[in-house]
């Protein structure tokens, strides 16, 4: 069992930035991919980012490309999520997710935190 929980959520004004990080307890964390995802009022949980336990790649949706960048960091048992240029339509919850592969998949986690609130105003 991997036990995730969020920081780093808040509100903050279009063209801002925020950071999440994203702490693992449990099983070792470096066995894992990790991910971001996000889910707005009345959407579907989407893909964001994810990165393999090495930490040699990296991938994002095509919506935040660019300005969101994913890292880890196996010693501190952390995923972090730095956000650039937020946009009103980032506003969501974000969660963090630990699984076995990298992928975009929801499914393809295994363990959730609870979750994030960012919110972005215009």
């Known amino acids: 069992q991997v036990h995730l929980v969020e920081s780093g959520g808040g509100l903050v004004q279009a063209g801002g930035s925020l950071s999440l990080s994203c702490a693992g307890s449990?099983?070792?964390?470096?066995?894992?991919?990790m991910g971001w995802f996000r889910q707005a009022p009345g959407m579907e949980r989407e893909f964001v980012a994810g990165?393999?336990?090495?930490?040699?790649?990296?991938f994002y949706a095509d919506s935040v490309k660019g300005r969101f960048t994913i890292s880890r960091d196996n010693a501190k048992n952390t995923v972090y999520l730095q956000m650039n240029t937020l946009r009103p339509e980032d506003t969501a919850v974000y969660y963090c997710?630990?699984?076995?592969?990298?992928?975009?998949?929801?499914?393809?986690?295994?363990?959730w935190g609870q979750g994030t609130q960012v919110t972005v105003s215009s």
């Open positions: 997710a630990a699984g076995l592969g990298p992928g975009t998949s929801a499914g393809q986690y295994d363990f």
């Open positions: 449990g099983r070792p964390f470096g066995g894992y991919a």
């Open positions: 990165i393999p336990w090495s930490g040699s790649r990296t």
